[in-house]
């Protein structure tokens, strides 16, 4: 039966990072909070810190009274031509490296549950709307080893008090092309918005004919 009343969407993206003096995320999240979507749900953006230490209580300190129905998490990486939808997390620190704090995760897995989990969002509908727009974007089956891949895990597993979303999942986006640290591909900030609110809108689709 499709549902019929607005869903709550937590959508995240992160601070800066040693080797990212600038985020697109993090430019992108204060452009959804000042022009709001143009279509019907509830959404609540956040700015990540990237601490190993902090980074579950923050996704449950967002979530207590919230308890979002989507949650879409976004990230950089600065190899990626353009909005790269993310299949798998991986619930393991292999490869982790320092954080804001210098800290890395000490223990193997990121928290309890399967080995890898699988994204939930309507990517191949995304994937059309974003082709179809003219956007840049490709595939992936490794969210790499720092906290894109830790967030993207305990979202994925519903390892957070009160994230438990019925659609989840991560996307990579490349730097913004005011970054002068960038060596690849970049993005303006009017694409990755445009971009954010394709997925938004596939995603909301899909969720309401779930």
């Known amino acids: 039966m499709a ?26 999240v204060q452009s959804l909070r000042e022009t709001p979507l143009a279509i019907d749900a509830d959404l609540k953006t956040a700015v990540l810190s990237v601490e190993y230490d902090t980074i579950a209580a923050q996704l449950a300190a967002l979530c207590a009274d919230f308890q979002p129905d989507i949650a879409l998490h976004l990230g950089l990486a600065r190899e990626c031509r353009g909005f790269r939808l993310e299949r798998i997390a991986r619930n393991t620190n292999a490869g982790a490296r320092p954080d804001n704090l210098g800290n890395t995760p000490q223990s193997t897995s990121i928290c309890a549950g399967p080995a890898t989990l699988a994204s939930t969002l309507p990517l191949e509908e995304i994937e059309r709307r974003l082709a179809g727009a003219g956007l840049p974007v490709e595939w992936s089956d490794d969210a790499g080893g720092y906290l894109c891949n830790t967030v993207f895990t305990l979202s994925a597993a519903h390892a957070c008090d009160g994230l438990t979303p019925a659609m989840t999942g991560f996307i990579h986006v490349p730097p913004l092309d005011t970054d002068a640290s960038a060596t690849g591909a970049t993005m303006s900030l009017a694409d990755l918005r445009q971009g954010a609110d394709i997925i938004l809108q596939a995603t909301v689709g899909a969720w309401r004919r779930s």
């Open 3 to 28: 549902r019929h009343r607005p869903p709550r969407i937590l959508l995240t993206g992160f601070s800066v990072f040693p080797g990212a003096p600038v985020n697109p995320t993090e430019a992108l």
